[in-house]
């Protein structure tokens, strides 16, 4: 049985307040035809809270890019965990690969992120995935397995149930290039045995793994018809209201028809 899919759009640096409430007051609508996908949204921070009364009464979550992890202090231009939750967030996107590309974060700073996320019951989205160099190198397995071990397997068994997990291929995001259906089931089955050797194969089942990289309407069902792709984060097709209704509806209904057959 397919778990219910979470699809997650990470809008980056896109969006002011107002065309962020346009964007949300579009997806709200179209959200209600849709019982069956867990939905969040990532809008940037200065439109959070503006978001956060537009959805109010929707089923949508939504969910930051980043976050400190220090709960408070002399940290300029950080935001910490109590900001998220004062501005409406349940979920955290944390280590993204644009973040660690950028801002050089490292696995050491983004378990701390993902252990302060937890303590403030902010749901983790933490990513995972590696470059074209390191693919080409046949060096994917390792690059994954030893962010698993630095940034995620260093939990206690109590937190981890409460971890939302994305593979992000680097090659795939933001470039057209998606990872074939195989190449993400493999990693993905493969973070999911990483889950069961560290904890246990009850706690592995549980937890949600999403693919990130180039989603579009039109991959979304052959991916998620994959038995270890629970749901996507999505960038650039979450940015119009039309292309991730759609991939909503894909997720939706590929996750029923595998359910019934
Ligand atoms: C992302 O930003 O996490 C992402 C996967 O972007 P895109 O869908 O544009 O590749």
Request: a positive charge; hydrophobic letters at 40%.
């Amino acid at each position: 049985m397919k778990k219910r899919p979470l699809i997650a759009g990470n809008w980056k640096m896109y969006k002011t307040a107002s065309e962020a409430v346009t964007l949300v007051q579009t997806l709200k609508a179209a959200a209600h035809a849709v019982s069956n996908v867990t939905i969040v949204i990532c809008p940037p921070f200065t439109a959070l809270s503006e978001v956060s009364r537009v959805l109010k009464d929707s089923p949508i979550h939504l969910g930051a890019q980043n976050m400190y992890c220090a709960p408070e202090g002399a940290f300029t231009g950080e935001i910490s965990p109590m900001m998220l939750k004062d501005s409406g967030c349940r979920y955290v996107i944390l280590g993204h690969s644009e973040r660690r590309q950028y801002f050089k974060e490292d696995d050491i700073l983004i378990h701390e992120k993902v252990k302060t996320a937890l303590k403030y019951s902010i749901i983790p989205i933490v990513c995972v995935g590696e470059t074209l160099a390191e693919r080409e190198a046949k060096k994917h397995f390792d690059v994954v397995k030893a962010q698993f071990a630095d940034s995620i397997g260093r939990l206690e068994k109590e937190d981890i149930p409460k971890v939302v997990i994305a593979y992000e291929p680097v090659w795939a995001i933001g470039t057209g290039k998606t990872a074939t259906p195989d190449q993400a089931e493999q990693m993905h089955s493969y973070i999911r045995r990483l889950l069961n050797e560290r904890y246990s194969q009850e706690v592995g089942s549980r937890i949600p793994l999403l693919y990130g990289g180039s989603v579009k309407p039109d991959n979304t069902k052959s991916l998620m018809e994959k038995p270890n792709i629970d749901g996507a984060l999505v960038g650039g097709a979450s940015l119009k209201a039309e292309s991730f209704a759609q991939i909503i509806q894909e997720a939706q209904q590929t996750y029923e028809t595998g359910n019934k057959s």
